[in-house]
């Protein structure tokens, strides 16, 4: 029976598996990414911010307090996700002026009425960034460097026309040196530095006219170093000196009139400084700290008058408090300050002795607090309640008991990381982390449960970064890190819910969260062997049967540091390693599984100096490998077990000189009871060539000089075929190729020559598969692409030429899974991706376009079991995980893949041809286009996962045929 659909209808059909398409094994590390929401600044009813947009870089943004109501403002560089470099925002009678780019770059001044479309370029500047932007009744003041004037003071109205240099202070390029930029009663005051007057105080009403020195207070070139510029209710304060023989950094005053402009008192009388610093206004009063040279650094008050400048409380009778960050609320100043018992508090000030207290957080009294800030008469800042909540949101409404923590964010000893706030009303605006998100934008209105987040801006997950994949009896094993655990070596047969730690890193003791990584993980026999911190905190030698209980630490090889042990390999009961201790250096151990049991074989390279062994084989039931001595360089090596029994098969380079040249992995290939390696014999007769040994040193010889002379063949990528060994080897007649040898000098030679003459096919990343060596190489009208080879240059063919001319799709990860050869390639389109082959042309296809679009997802570290393909590779959403493809799957399927276009009759749509009634058909999820089918045709089964849609044209038929 056949039955049909038709018309333009969307096919919703939901299902429980998608077949071969790749997913994600387990988003491990599913911490999101950082905003890094920053620079939160209000104008009005907003609060805006810089954060960082997955997909846009850092851009601006803007909140009125909701979820919704946080959104983009603009992308100010659509075509670049860089960071543009957003600054000094600044709001300007309600519109946010701010700056963006650097001295590399443009760099500009912009400014926004919240809309996209009024967020425009003010002015574009092409030196220093401009900075100290400041109000002045709606004009912009601000300091700015430009090559023919320097550093000087601009002004602007908003428009470019209006972005103008006030003043050339110093004529010419030198600059005027300008800081401390102040609004006082409709005036611009400022500190400049001038050849003439050294840094004094300036002011200026935008004229040109009008922008002159205060008062030179000390007369000529000397400088009186003005700071702390500070309005108080119309009058300008700020502290100075007035020369080496009169008096130290003291407390001025000034109406903006040389006349006027005076000390206000000698705190720290004679030469001395009192050093006035956090100047703060309240209430007509100057608040600040000082240091009468008595009592140490307090905290003073001023009503401008001498008198009137008064000590408010020794509040370290000990020393200095060291009052800062002084902040307003209700009629009152808040501070913090440490006291004689050197805590540092919060404490606050009615400027009365008996009226100025400290305010313990929840009881706490050291609570370190910073980035005070007053929101509709409360208090809020960052403290440490207490080691097992780490710095937190805490507020305070002057009183001891309502001061208290608003919310442990990020719950446990760990900080959240909360960035300097701004008011929005009566609540916070605000940057922090948790548990489960990164630097985000979020909002407090001073109770736990209107502490939230606002919105996860930056929505991409951290890298759980999984490397070093093996499979043990059909499971795979890896390394990954969970943020909350740390790194660890994880389990997985293929399902979400099977894949774990094999030990958690949380139960050892101490935790193994800030330890290192988990390496050189091997199996032997169906027992992980790798090397780890665990409890010692120094990398050991670990093993793991897959459970909890199983996964234990050997023997801590080297108590004074990390013994890092690697190179693990099974051999007559025992597994050998490498491992390095103070004494011996990097040597040969074995060990049996029990901290007895393992033991140095033997000191091969004597002293401290490592011998490196590495690339183990087993040939005639001995066990080969290669090491460093200081006598004989890296040769070729033996052992039984025994001290004694660790012999050097050869000196192939006689003397010092290292007769193999490979410093790391495998080096040793065994073949047809012989093993083969590069070396050199170190005369001129010879350079690094293939070389075969049975194990004796009469019977250890170069095979075949195929670079004749001191030039070396540096033959490389080694595979064993049916009878014969493969390998890649460069001679001056055909170049870099494709060789083969029997074992025999005579049957030592070139399989194909892909670009006859001296240039290089470049053969390499081999393997092989049923008799067929697949392999990754150029013919010349290529770049690098996927070729196979029965061994005869007449069977040896391009697999696909996937980047057509001469770019090439560079394969790589070429892995055997299943019926198919897997591998990574490369197009203009879809970037890295994963390709699968079943070594025809038509059958050659990307499996999945991971990370949608021309970015790469990078796939790597692929690896197989009988059941499933698995690797690592890097997604929008995901980020950098571990994914897994089934490899049972039916010649007779094929699934969409959307890599070209819409039309369900494009071959390159699909992972296995077009279907028909013989195939069944798989739309998964996450493509970046979908079907639409326009003509008549006739279908075997169809299968559409969630989220995943085809379109039926209107008076289009499509036939199910029986299954």
């Not at 033991?599 to 005639?620: E, M, Q, R, Y």
């Amino acid at each position: 029976m056949r039955t049909f659909l038709s018309a333009s209808i969307l096919l919703l059909l939901v299902i429980n598996g998608i077949g071969q398409t790749p997913q994600v094994l387990k988003d491990i590390n599913n911490r999101s990414f950082s905003s890094g929401a920053s620079n939160f600044t209000t104008v009005g009813n907003l609060v805006y911010f810089v954060a960082e947009d997955p997909d846009r870089g850092r851009c601006l943004f803007k909140t009125d307090g909701t979820t919704e109501g946080t959104v983009l403002v603009k992308d100010l560089i659509p075509t670049q996700t860089t960071d543009p470099n957003i600054q000094s925002l600044t709001n300007v009678n309600g519109t946010l002026f701010f700056t963006q780019g650097s001295p590399s770059s443009s760099i500009r001044i912009w400014k926004s009425d919240g809309t996209e479309a009024g967020t425009v370029i003010v002015k574009q500047f092409t030196s220093v960034v401009p900075s100290l932007l400041t109000n002045v009744n709606g004009t912009l003041f601000f300091r700015a460097t430009t090559s023919t004037t320097g550093q000087e003071l601009f002004k602007s109205d908003g428009t470019d026309a209006g972005t103008v240099m006030v003043k050339d202070i110093t004529p010419g390029n030198i600059g005027t040196a300008m800081d401390n930029l102040v609004h006082v009663n409709g005036t611009l005051y400022f500190t400049a530095n001038t050849t003439a007057n050294g840094r004094e105080v300036w002011k200026s009403d935008g004229t040109n006219a009008g922008t002159v020195i205060v008062k030179d207070i000390i007369t000529g070139s000397t400088t009186s170093n003005p700071q702390n510029l500070t309005n108080v209710n119309g009058t300008l304060f700020f502290s100075a000196t007035n020369g080496a023989t009169e008096n130290g950094q003291e407390l001025w005053k000034s109406d903006g009139t040389e006349a006027g402009t005076v000390m206000v008192k000698d705190i720290q009388t004679g030469i001395n400084s009192s050093s006035p610093g956090a100047l703060t206004t309240v209430n007509g009063l100057l608040y600040f700290a000082a240091n009468d040279g008595t009592n140490g650094n307090e905290l003073w008050k001023s009503d401008g008058t001498e008198a009137g400048t008064t000590l408010v409380k020794d509040i370290n009778p000990a020393g200095s408090s060291n009052p800062d960050r002084i902040t307003v609320a209700n009629n009152q100043i808040f501070f913090t300050a440490i006291d004689a018992a050197a805590n540092n508090s919060l404490w606050k000030s009615d400027g009365t002795n008996a009226g100025t207290i400290q305010l313990p957080v929840d009881a706490v009294v050291n609570s370190s607090p910073s980035f005070l800030i007053n929101a509709g008469g409360t208090v809020f800042f960052r403290a440490t309640v207490n080691a097992a909540t780490g710095q937190e949101l805490c507020k305070s409404d002057g009183t001891i008991q309502g001061t208290v923590l608003v919310k442990d964010i990020f719950t446990g000893a760990t900080t959240s990381n909360i960035t300097p706030m701004a008011a929005l009303g009566s609540s916070v605006v605000f940057g922090a982390n948790d548990a489960d998100y990164n630097i985000e934008p979020r909002i407090s209105n001073g109770t736990a449960q209107g502490t939230a987040l606002l919105k996860d801006i930056n929505t991409r997950t951290d890298a759980s970064a999984p490397s070093q994949l093996i499979t043990v009896n059909n499971e795979v094993y890896f390394i990954a890190n969970d943020y909350r655990k740390g790194a660890g070596v994880w389990k997985s047969d293929g399902t979400e819910v099977n894949t774990r730690f094999v030990k958690d890193p949380a139960v050892l003791s101490p935790p193994q969260i800030n330890f290192n990584t988990p390496s050189f993980i091997t199996n032997i026999n169906g027992t992980v062997y790798f090397s780890w911190t665990g409890e010692v905190q120094d990398l050991e030698l670990w093993k793991t049967d897959g459970t909890s209980e199983g996964t234990i630490q050997i023997k801590n090889i080297n108590p004074s540091g990390h013994s890092e042990p690697r190179e693990f390999f099974a051999f007559n009961g025992a597994i050998y390693f490498s491992a390095a201790t103070a004494a011996e250096g990097r040597e040969l151990w074995k060990t049996d599984g029990t901290e007895a049991g393992t033991v140095l074989v033997k000191d091969i390279n004597p002293g401290t100096a490592n011998s490196t062994p590495i690339s183990f084989t087993i040939l005639n039931n001995q066990l080969f490998f290669v090491a460093t001595s200081a006598a004989n360089g890296r040769e070729l090596w033996k052992t039984d077990g025994t001290n004694n029994g660790t012999v050097m098969v050869k000196d192939m380079n006689e003397g010092t000189g290292d007769g193999i040249s490979f410093t790391s992995g495998k080096v040793l290939y065994d073949f047809q009871g012989a093993m083969y390696f590069t070396a050199t014999n170190g005369t001129a007769n010879s350079g690094f060539e293939i070389w075969k040994s049975d194990g004796t040193a009469n019977g250890t010889n170069m095979l075949k000089d195929i670079n004749p002379g001191t030039a070396s063949s540096q033959p490389s990528s080694f595979v064993t075929g049916k009878n014969v060994l493969y390998f890649s080897a460069t001679e001056p007649v055909s170049g870099s190729e494709l060789w083969k040898t029997d074992g025999t000098p005579e049957g030592t030679v070139l399989a194909v020559d892909l670009i006859p003459g001296s240039n290089s096919g470049g053969a390499s990343l081999t393997v092989i598969k049923n008799d067929t060596l697949y392999f990754r190489a150029t013919n010349g009208s290529t770049g690098l692409e996927l070729f196979k080879s029965d061994g005869t240059a007449a069977g040896t063919s391009l697999v696909r030429d996937i980047v057509p001319g001469a770019t090439g799709a560079t394969p790589d990860w070429i892995t055997i899974a299943g019926n198919d050869i897997y591998f990574v390639a490369g197009t203009t389109l879809e970037g890295r991706e994963l390709w699968k082959t079943d070594g025809t042309s038509a059958g050659t296809t990307l499996v999945m376009d991971i990370f949608p679009g021309s970015t790469s997802s990078n796939p790597a570290n692929l690896i197989s079991t009988n059941t499933h393909l698995f690797f690592t590779a890097n997604s929008p959403q995901f980020s950098l995980e571990v994914w897994t493809v089934p490899i049972a799957a039916s010649n007779n399927e094929t699934q969409w893949t959307g890599n070209t276009s819409t039309n369900w009759f494009d071959a390159s749509n699909w992972s296995n041809g077009v279907p028909d009634a013989g195939k069944d058909i798989i739309i998964p999820a996450g493509r970046p286009r979908y079907p639409i089918i326009t003509a008549n045709t006739t279908i075997k089964k169809m299968t559409v996962s969630q989220g995943a849609s085809v379109q039926i044209a209107a008076g289009i038929q499509v036939l199910f045929g029986s299954n």
